[in-house]
């Protein structure tokens, strides 16, 4: 029998997880996210458990792991409750301090707080940090604050309110036009209206009277973004609810969560949660004593990034090879086993309970004309703070960047941002005030893609860049269709052959070429948008081509074979650390006097040039 | 039935058409490698890129797989689509060098050389996969299948051994557009490259000429339910021994 048999029920639990949950509870939230995770959170755990336990506090202090919180930079994340303080770097002998003077006490460790780079100040709060006071956050509403595996955490929240509201004051049809009034658009990068699909896939479903299926697209593969990955981990019930929502509309029973295989915290979280979900009667047979039934199964990707194209998604969930095919029909028409099928990203779904919750007019108040709403980025590269990011859709490049993220690791030069994945585009310093919205980054030859961005500083080439996503996509081409299969293969060996310094004159107009083709006759979306790399880079950055084509010669001094080092005899004092360093006995010189780099036998790997504390080893 | 435009064209055809279909029956010439009538279109090899304009909107897409509809507006040779085109059949010339009939091919396309190197200059497969499907949706055997992802792809059969269930009906050699598929015949078994397929075959009771793979045989045998004498002999004797009955009247 599921527990919560009505809405009432559901009413009744809320308000006996609130009650328990008073604002001035003593609350450790630990980030469990993979980026803590990476940096030692997991090891944290039990030390936390254990100390809580020596000091009596077992069942006085509420323990929660909870799911990414952005900052990544700065992990292992720790926050004390009620007082809020922000602890950063956490390391397992912090952990009895935290727990003597913050919990006990009441007192922060000053220690453990975050210091701002540029000022020096010392911040208490997480919402005093320009990181987190710029964002706002819908999609990842919950993350950092609700224990994923524990659904009281999320209703407490307001979880399921939405899914209530729906099934007992609104029609289907009154869900989708609430939907597609909010002007809500898919998150996964397409940015298609997210409420227009739903109505054609309900009314695909009517007409040919048959079942129809909603999937969410968990298969997030872009190098460098996370933002699926930190809500899948962090708040999986928002997601079950907003699919739940979306079946309601479309008249839907069956679900799918395509989630891609490397993130077993994810596939966990889920799996768990929809085990939750439904002991507590919110999936299954008649949903909160509605009438509605809705089941959802979770699919795990194979490790292919192009399952992340919904029909090589599809046809990867029926069982075959995860190759993408002709969507002239589309898959709201004829997806999942030729079934209308409706398909969104995980944050898509996401942000469905908060517009059913608050109303369409509240969330098209946020953003710009076209986009709404706000979108999640997971800056990575060369930036201060790494991390995730929700922002307002229409704030600046510059604003994420340099405000939120705190500008270019090292004091260094901006060069360029990627946006959009490896099929979106770099742009240049002078696009920093660009809103970033679909449209706009559209048409600065960019694109919004799932919401990754990776920062470049000044010493990165972008002939090297756009090198290194085109070898990506290169591997990651199904090699079902002509020009991605064959045309990256030689997009490739011609950039791979620039920054070799054998280049040819003829060699940026054959690129252009092969773009133009791959734009216009590939198949899927992977091979439309692979050449945005290149063709991105040759419009903002074509003097480093040509650099690199017709002098030889690498402008921000990074490609091997186009560089030579140097020492500055002005510079160098002989302190010999380049000396022992050089792995192939290049350097030369005695202690105290100037040294010098034989150029015969350097094999530019760049090593003295770190080593130096001087600054005395030149690159050219 | 749905009405629309091929190169000024009207034409009429039924909504489950695809627009290459149409076009073959109006006599209206779009090249296609992957593409043939008895098997699923695949999309693979873009040579049958069309510009499409419907609603307003004009895009390049695959005509095997463009399915005919009412207003449709087709172009089959505009500029854009003879560029690409020419690229796309480049490409493939640089993937295939040794597939005399892709050379040949490529002159009508107007393409007599590419720009590209070749990694495989003996590779005559541009891996449209025809042989893949005819032989999973016709011969319903599907002893060949695609292997591997990108630049590693290849057309193979499981577990790259010699076919356990392959009857050796040659479909497989009969649709593939580049000559990649090779059928010699040594003695009584019929063998099959790159597939590494030997497949025996029948020989006449009466000349002891192979003429038919034994399983094939089997296979019609089963089907019809009837042992007939002639299936054991090969076509010219059985010719022989018809007109000797009918003209002699003895059996």
């Not at chain 1, 990414?68 to 301090?97: S, W």
């Not at chain 1, 946020?366 to 990575?380: H, L, M, P, R």
């Not at chain 2, 085109?85 to 396309?109: N, Y």
Request: glycine share 10%; aromatic share 8%; proline share 5%.
């Amino acid at each position: 029998m599921p527990f919560l048999t009505d809405v009432r029920a559901l009413e009744e639990f809320r308000a006996q997880a609130r009650a328990k949950r008073p604002a001035d509870a003593r609350v450790i939230c630990l980030c469990g996210g993979t980026g803590c995770r990476a940096s030692g959170s997991a090891t944290l755990r039990p030390v936390f458990e254990r100390c809580l336990s020596e000091n009596g506090l077992d069942g006085e202090v509420d323990f929660r792991v909870t799911g990414c919180h952005g900052l990544c930079e700065y992990g292992p994340l720790v926050i004390v409750h009620p007082q809020r303080y922000f602890y950063q770097r956490v390391k397992p002998e912090d952990v009895p301090e935290i727990v003597h003077e913050s919990v006990i006490a009441g007192r922060p460790v000053e220690r453990l707080l975050y210091k701002d780079p540029a000022t020096g100040e010392v911040k208490l709060r997480e919402d005093e940090l320009p990181f987190y006071n710029r964002q706002q956050r819908i999609a990842m509403r919950d993350n950092g604050i609700i224990d994923p595996l524990r659904i009281e955490d999320y209703i407490a929240r307001g979880g399921y309110a939405a899914l209530a509201k729906a099934l007992t004051s609104m029609t289907p049809e009154e869900v989708i036009e609430e939907v597609e009034k909010s002007g809500l658009r898919g998150r996964g990068g397409g940015g298609f209206p997210t409420g227009r699909k739903w109505r054609s896939c309900r009314e695909a479903g009517e007409k040919r009277g048959e079942i129809r299926y909603v999937i969410c697209n968990g298969d997030e593969g872009d190098p460098g973004a996370f933002m699926d990955e930190g809500i899948m981990e962090g708040n999986p019930h928002a997601i079950i609810e907003g699919m739940t929502i979306g079946a309601y509309a479309i008249g839907s029973h069956e679900g799918f969560i395509y989630v891609r295989a490397e993130y077993p915290l994810a596939v966990k979280h889920l799996s768990v949660a929809v085990e939750q979900a439904r002991e507590y009667g919110l999936l299954g047979k008649n949903i909160l004593g509605t009438g509605f039934s809705f089941d959802i199964k979770i699919a795990r990707g194979g490790g292919a990034f192009v399952c992340g194209e919904s029909t090589a998604l599809m046809a990867s969930l029926e069982g075959k090879a995860g190759e993408p095919r002709s969507k002239y029909i589309h898959t709201v028409e004829s997806g999942l086993w030729e079934k209308p099928t409706n398909l969104n990203n995980v944050e898509t779904w996401a942000c469905v309970p908060p517009i059913i919750l608050h109303g369409a007019e509240w969330f098209a108040s946020i953003g710009t004309e076209e986009s709404k709403g706000t979108k999640v980025f997971s800056v990575v590269g060369k930036v201060e703070n790494t991390g995730l990011v929700e922002v307002p859709m229409g704030v600046t490049l510059r604003e994420i960047i340099f405000d939120i993220c705190g500008g270019i690791k090292g004091g260094k030069k901006f060069k360029a941002v990627q946006t959009g994945g490896p099929s979106g585009g770099c742009l240049p310093e002078s696009m920093l005030d660009l809103p970033v919205d679909f449209e706009h980054l559209a048409e600065a030859g960019s694109m919004m893609g799932s919401g990754g961005m990776i920062v470049m500083d000044e010493e990165t080439c972008m002939v090297d860049v756009a090198r290194y996503f085109l070898e990506f996509l290169t591997e990651e081409s199904c090699g079902k269709c002509t020009p991605c299969r064959e045309g990256l293969r030689h997009m490739l060996s011609i950039l791979t052959r620039i920054t070799k310094g054998e280049g040819q004159p003829g060699d940026i107009e054959t690129l252009h070429e092969l773009a133009d083709t791959l734009a216009d006759a590939a198949l899927c979306g992977l091979g439309t948008t692979a050449a945005n790399p290149v063709l991105s880079t040759l419009r903002y950055f074509e003097d480093e081509y040509h650099a690199h084509v017709y002098e030889k010669r690498c402008p921000a001094g990074f490609c091997r074979e186009l560089i030579t080092f140097s020492i500055d005899p002005e510079a160098c004092n002989g302190c010999h650390a380049c000396f022992a360093a050089c792995p192939t006995q290049a350097i030369t010189g005695e202690a105290k006097k100037p040294h010098e780099i034989d150029q015969a036998k350097c094999i530019r790997c760049g090593v003295c040039r770190i080593t130096c504390r001087f600054g005395a080893v030149k690159v050219k | 039935m749905v009405h629309f435009t091929i190169n000024g064209v009207e034409v009429e055809a039924s909504r489950e058409e695809n627009v290459l279909q149409v076009a073959r029956r109006y006599g209206i010439y779009i090249p296609a490698l992957c593409y043939h009538e008895a098997v699923t279109p695949y999309a693979s090899c873009r040579l049958c890129i069309v510009e499409a304009k419907q609603g307003g909107r004009t895009r390049v897409v695959t005509a095997c797989t463009y399915p005919a509809r009412d207003g449709l507006e087709v172009q089959t040779d505009t500029e854009r689509i003879k560029a690409r085109r020419r690229v796309v059949m480049e490409l493939l010339l640089a993937q295939a060098p040794a597939s005399e009939k892709l050379w040949e091919f490529a002159a009508t396309l107007g393409v007599t050389s590419t720009r590209f190197p070749s990694e495989d200059p003996d590779n005559k497969c541009i891996l449209c996969g025809l042989c893949e499907r005819v032989c999973r949706e016709q011969a319903g055997v599907a002893s060949i299948s695609f292997a591997y992802r990108g630049r590693h792809r290849k057309l193979t059969t499981p577990f790259e051994e010699p076919p356990d269930f392959c009857k050796g009906c040659t479909a497989c050699a009969y649709v593939c557009p580049t000559g990649a598929v090779e059928v010699r015949l040594a003695r009584n078994l019929l063998e099959l490259q790159p597939w590494k397929a030997k497949v025996e075959m029948a020989v006449c009771t009466e000349c002891g000429t192979p003429y038919a793979p034994t399983a094939e045989l089997k296979e019609v045998t089963e089907k019809v339910k009837l042992e007939l004498p002639a299936l054991n002999l090969c076509p010219a004797c059985r010719r022989k021994i018809h007109a000797k009955t009918v003209v002699m009247g003895k059996s």
